[in-house]
C-alpha cells in the first residue's frame, strides 16, 4: 500500500537517505525541513505540510555544548511536531534514536534525545522509537570536531557501528508498518575501536591526521566499556565497516 510519510530532518545524513529509500519503494514523501521552508523550532508550515500524512520519521540532529540547550531545542521541536501531528490525524510516528543514551550523564546531545524519548512516548500519536548504534562515519565526524593543526584528540570508545543506508532501510521499513513502541536495539555486525575507525577512515579517503587517543577531550570516561553496545536480543544490521569503507574508497 502506497503511503504518505514525512521524514523531518531530510536534508541530513540519515533524514535524506530514509526519504530516497521511501520513494524507490514507491512511497509519497514530505520532506520537513528548515531550508524547505518549515521550522521545527517555530512550527512555521508544519500544519500545511502534515497534511494527510499516515507517518512521520523525525530523524533531526541538533549538536549542543550545553544539556539545557539540547533539552530545549529537542523539547520545542518535538512538541511543536507532535502537536501538528494529532491535528493532521498522522497515525504513526517514527523515532531515530541512540543506543545507551539512558547509561550516560553529563552528554548534551544524549539529554536532548533523553526528553524527546519522553515526550514522544507520553504524546498523543502512537510510536515507535528506534535506538541506534553509531554509524561508520562516526569516527570520521568525531575527527573533523576535534582536528587541530593535523593532530586530533580522539576518545577509545567501543562502539558497534552501523551503516547509515542500513539505519534508512531499517527506518522506512518501520515507518511503513504499525507502531511498535520501543523497538529493540539495532547495531551493525561487530564491535570496533573508534581509534582505529578514525585511522582506518583516514586512510580509506587519503586524508593524513594524527590521532591521539585519550578521555581529556570530547567525550569523558563515562562513555568507556560496554555503554554504548547493543543489549540482548539486538537486530543486527548487514554491512559491516570494512564494507562501508571499501564502498568509501571508490
Given at each position: ?26 512511497h ?37 555544548a ?93 562502539v ?14 518501520i ?6 513502541g ?21 586512510d580509506?579517503r ?22 554504548l ?22
Open positions: 500500500m502506497t503511503m504518505r510519510i514525512a521524514v523531518a530532518g531530510a536534508t541530513g545524513n540519515i533524514g535524506a537517505r530514509t526519504a530516497t529509500t521511501l520513494e524507490r519503494a514507491g509519497e514523501v514530505v520532506r520537513i525541513s528548515r531550508s524547505l521552508g518549515v521550522n521545527l523550532i517555530t512550527g512555521d508550515g508544519l500544519d500545511v505540510t502534515l497534511r494527510g500524512v499516515d507517518a512521520v520519521v523525525d530523524a533531526t540532529s541538533y549538536e549542543a550545553d544539556p539545557d540547550d539540547a533539552v530545549a531545542h529537542f523539547g520545542t521541536a518535538t512538541r511543536n511536531l507532535l502537536a501538528a501531528e494529532e491535528q493532521a490525524g498522522v497515525r504513526h510516528h517514527v523515532l531515530l534514536s541512540i543506543v545507551g543514551i539512558d547509561r550516560i550523564e553529563g552528554n548534551a546531545h544524549y539529554a536532548g534525545k533523553r526528553e524527546q524519548e519522553r515526550l514522544v512516548a507520553q504524546g498523543p500519536v502512537p510510536w515507535t522509537i528506534v535506538p541506534f548504534t553509531q554509524f561508520h562515519d562516526f569516527a570520521a565526524t568525531v575527527t573533523s570536531w576535534t582536528e587541530q593543526d593535523g593532530v586530533a584528540p580522539i576518545p577509545p570508545l567501543l558497534q557501528p552501523i551503516a547509515p543506508a542500513d539505519v534508512a532501510d531499517i527506518l522506512a521499513e515507518a511503513t508498518g504499525a507502531p511498535q520501543r523497538y529493540r536495539d539495532v547495531a551493525g555486525p561487530e564491535p570496533q575501536d573508534l581509534v582505529d575507525m578514525a585511522r582506518r577512515t583516514s580509506a587519503g586524508h593524513t591526521v594524527k590521532l591521539i587517543p585519550t578521555w581529556s577531550s570530547l567525550l569523558g570516561p563515562e562513555m568507556a566499556g560496554n555503554v553496545l547493543p543489549g540482548e536480543g539486538a537486530r543486527i544490521a548487514p554491512t559491516t565497516f570494512d564494507e562501508w569503507l571499501a564502498d568509501a574508497r571508490r
